[in-house]
T-cell receptor
Framework: AQSVTQLDSQVPVFEEAPVELRCNYS??????LFWYVQYPNQGLQLLLKYLSGSTLVESINGFEAEFNKSQTSFHLRKPSVHISDTAEYFC???????????FGRGTSLIVHP | DADVTQTPRNRITKTGKRIMLECSQT?????MYWYRQDPGLGLRLIYYSFDVKDINKGEISDGYSVSRQAQAKFSLSLESAIPNQTALYFC??????????FGPGTRLTVT
């Protein structure tokens, strides 16, 4: 069975500060990992994904995440956040066989001016 | 046009009523999913379908049923709605092993 733990339900941060949203997973087989973002009153959108290859993956808007197999983690980072990054962020894992994704409970990123 | 559409976007219904939520996609994906989102609980899978003839229960299927009318259409029904089914419902599609595309959601309130 696979599971995802997002360690922080809410992360407040000031604009232009760095941020890290933590995600740990458990799975006994190889995994695909995803971060999705949900802006207020919208559906989820893919932010970035790890399928294979380089363990560091980047999004077009400055976020990055690193797959760490030994730590079973896929933490999301951004060196300098903007007000517009305020949103709910979900980590998801899918693995062997059917590849049905399992989602974490989400982390609310709140960027203050 | 949106890749994944859901109707209705908002619905208020009464306990005991039957309600259907509809989802259509233009991505050409075989896989479709229904999730519910509750504050602090993230997304929980209700049902999923790998193709028109394949329907599978997710972790919280009790009280729900689905129909895959075509590759592009996947509807969710609540046969007899109850207040704890008040939630935000999302439809999603994907190719195997790939990321999901989500609809805009349906906000359902059961009074």
């Amino acid at each position: 069975a696979q599971s995802v733990t997002q360690l922080d339900s809410q992360v407040p941060v000031f604009e232009e500060a760095p941020v890290e949203l933590r995600c740990n997973y458990s799975s006994s087989v190889s995994v695909y990992l995803f971060w999705y973002v949900q802006y207020p009153n919208q559906g989820l959108q893919l932010l970035l994904k790890y399928l294979s290859g380089s363990t560091l993956v980047e999004s077009i808007n400055g976020f990055e995440a690193e797959f760490n197999k030994s730590q079973t983690s896929f933490h999301l980072r951004k060196p300098s956040v903007h007000i517009s990054d305020t949103a709910e962020y979900f980590c998801a894992v899918s693995s062997g066989g059917s590849y049905i994704p399992t989602f974490g409970r989400g982390t609310s990123l709140i960027v203050h001016p | 046009d949106a890749d994944v559409t859901q109707t209705p976007r908002n619905r208020i219904t009464k306990t005991g009523k039957r309600i259907m939520l509809e989802c259509s996609q233009t991505k050409g994906h075989d896989r479709m999913y229904w999730y519910r989102q509750d504050p602090g609980l993230g997304l929980r899978l209700i049902y999923y379908s790998f193709d028109v003839k394949d329907i599978n229960k997710g972790e919280i299927s009790d009280g729900y049923s689905v129909s895959r009318q075509a590759q592009a259409k996947f509807s969710l029904s609540l046969e007899s709605a109850i207040p704890n089914q008040t939630a935000l419902y999302f439809c999603a599609t994907s190719a195997q092993g790939s990321s999901q595309y989500f609809g805009p959601g349906t906000r359902l309130t059961v009074t």
